[in-house]
Nanobody, 128 residues
Framework: QVQLVESGGGLVQAGGSLRLSCEVV????????MGWFRQAPGKEREFVAT????????TYAESVKGRFTISRDNDKNTLHLEMNSLKPEDTAVYYC?????????????????????WGQGTQVTVSS
C-alpha cells in the first residue's frame, strides 16, 4: 500500500513563501499523476496543481498560476509545492494525492475523484 506524507505547512505573512513536501512511501509513482488539493474552512476541497511524475508535465488552477510551482524530486521520491506571493485566501489544509490511472486519461485530471491515494493534509495559514 502506498502512503503519502505531507509536511511543510505553517503560518506565513501575506506575500511570503512556503514549500510543501509530499513523501511517497512504499513505491515510486513513475506513471502516476501527483497533485495538490486544498480545503479552506467551510468550503469544498478544490484542485491546486498536478504533475505527471515521469514527464513533469503540469497543470495549475487559475487562482495559483504564476505563484505556485509543482515539482518532483525523483531521487527523494517526493512531490513539492512551492508557494510564492501567498495571499490570505490561500489559507487551507493542503492535501497531496496520487492518480494511478493517469496514463489512461486524455489529460492530467483536476477531479479529486480520479485520485486514489491521499495524504493526511498539512495546514497552511496566511496572515494579512
Amino acid at each position: 500500500q502506498v502512503q503519502l506524507v505531507e509536511s511543510g505547512g505553517g503560518l506565513v505573512q501575506a506575500g511570503g513563501s512556503l514549500r510543501l513536501s509530499c513523501e511517497v512511501v512504499g513505491r515510486t509513482f513513475g506513471d502516476y499523476a501527483m497533485g495538490w488539493f486544498r480545503q479552506a474552512p467551510g468550503k469544498e476541497r478544490e484542485f491546486v496543481a498536478t504533475l505527471h511524475w515521469r514527464t513533469s508535465l503540469t497543470t495549475y488552477a487559475e487562482s495559483v498560476k504564476g505563484r505556485f510551482t509543482i515539482s518532483r524530486d525523483n531521487d527523494k521520491n517526493t512531490l513539492h509545492l512551492e508557494m510564492n506571493s501567498l495571499k490570505p485566501e490561500d489559507t487551507a489544509v493542503y492535501y497531496c494525492a496520487g492518480d494511478s490511472r493517469s496514463l489512461y486519461r486524455a489529460r492530467l485530471s483536476r477531479a479529486q475523484d480520479d485520485y486514489d491515494y491521499w495524504g493526511q493534509g498539512t495546514q497552511v495559514t496566511v496572515s494579512s
